[in-house]
């Protein structure tokens, strides 16, 4: 069976996200690391809806953490493998450079790029094996066009994205796909804090985002049709240039 496995899926984006490929037909893994009664009513939704689901608690940014959890999963699904890999996971933790605390930036860089970096390196071994796979990176606008007050969630999106890239390259020769999707706006906790009317009257489609349309982009990505794609970073972002 095909597994799906989303970072970071317990509220927002990955929540939308493990919901919509359930739909699609993948057995999905529910990442969390703190939200256990959230991402536990991600796997309830799913199967409410007739889909699979189960609960992978892991911290992204730590290694020994990734590789303990992926190793039992494999163990305990000798037939399976992880198919579709969506690194959602991320924290924000914004300030003006100039003010900005070691931890503030290593926090968002850590979870940012050593969770894919950590997360990737196991999970892409066995979709080269079986020649085939899809792995979608969520970064953000902020990683595109750079944001005042985020230097460190900038950097560690944009890293992302050259890191998507790169590996594009490294396994396209085995079929598999990698793309970067760049959010702009988009409801979820992240944003919650923000002003809202403001955000409206810099969006040229005037509303924010829902985590269900990033979800469809990220499904369609993980498809078959999407097969010829790859290396790519595809904003949805109302308009926003």
Not at 156 to 167: F, M, P, V
Not at 184 to 210: N, Y
Not at 212 to 228: G, R
Request: negative net charge.
């Amino acid at each position: 069976m095909e597994y799906a496995l989303i970072t970071g899926a317990s509220r927002g984006l990955g929540k939308a996200i493990a919901e919509r490929l359930a739909k699609e037909g993948y057995a999905v893994i529910v990442n969390y690391n703190n939200s256990e009664k959230a991402a536990r009513e991600t796997v309830e939704n799913i199967e409410a809806a007739g889909g699979k689901a189960e609960l992978m608690k892991l911290d992204v940014k730590e290694g020994s953490q990734v590789d303990a959890a992926i190793e039992a999963w494999e163990a305990a699904h000798p037939e399976d493998y992880i198919a579709v890999l969506v690194n959602n996971a991320g924290v924000r933790e914004d300030s003006l450079l100039v003010f900005m605390q070691d931890e503030q930036w290593d926090k968002v860089m850590e979870t940012t790029l050593g969770g894919f970096f950590y997360l990737t390196r196991r999970v892409v071994k066995n979709m080269m094996t079986h020649r085939n796979g899809r792995i979608v990176n969520i970064s953000s606008v902020s990683g595109l066009t750079g944001m005042q007050g985020q230097c460190n969630y900038a950097a560690a999106k944009a890293g992302l994205i050259g890191a998507s890239k790169a590996l594009a390259l490294e396994v396209a020769p085995r079929k598999v796909t990698v793309n970067v999707v760049a959010p702009g706006f988009i409801a979820t906790d992240m944003t919650s804090e923000l002003d809202q009317d403001m955000i409206k009257k810099t969006v040229p489609l005037g509303r924010i985002g829902k985590p269900e349309e990033v979800a469809a982009l990220v499904a369609f990505l993980a498809s078959k049709e999407a097969a010829y794609i790859t290396g790519q970073v595809i904003s949805i972002n109302g308009g926003v240039c």
